[in-house]
């Protein structure tokens, strides 16, 4: 099974910076996409970036312009570089990976436990 570990999720100022890291570990042959999500209280869980794995990137528009997602293939890890952070961007960051395990021709989306970030005014 795939374990991914989210680091770097804390209070913050508003206007403040974060970054946010995930790694993958297990028998992983290959993983695809990765990504970040975040769900508010009473919310439900949303977008925030994704990246391929050959470094293409798409990002929503409540974060677009504030937020770099990068990845290093060679650690399995996904970063998340939050910038200009407003009140809003207040959730629980859920990193995901899909994933191909060796001994299985399926790919599976992979999620992590979720780290909370804080924005205070």
């Known amino acids: 099974q795939v374990q991914l570990v989210e680091s770097g999720g804390g209070l913050v100022q508003a206007g403040g910076s974060l970054r946010l890291s995930c790694a993958a570990s297990?028998?992983?042959?290959?993983?695809?996409?990765m990504g970040w999500y975040r769900q508010a209280p009473g919310k439900q869980r949303e977008l925030v970036a994704i990246i391929t794995s050959g470094g293409f990137t798409n990002q929503s528009n409540s974060v677009k312009g504030r937020v770099t997602v990068s990845r290093d293939n060679a650690k399995n890890t996904v970063y998340l570089q939050m910038n200009s952070l407003k009140l809003e961007d207040t959730a629980v960051y859920y990193c995901m990976a899909q994933a191909q395990e060796y001994g299985t021709i399926f790919v599976r989306e992979n999620w992590g436990q979720g780290t909370q970030v804080t924005v205070s005014s």
């Open positions: 297990g028998r992983i042959r290959r993983i695809n996409d």
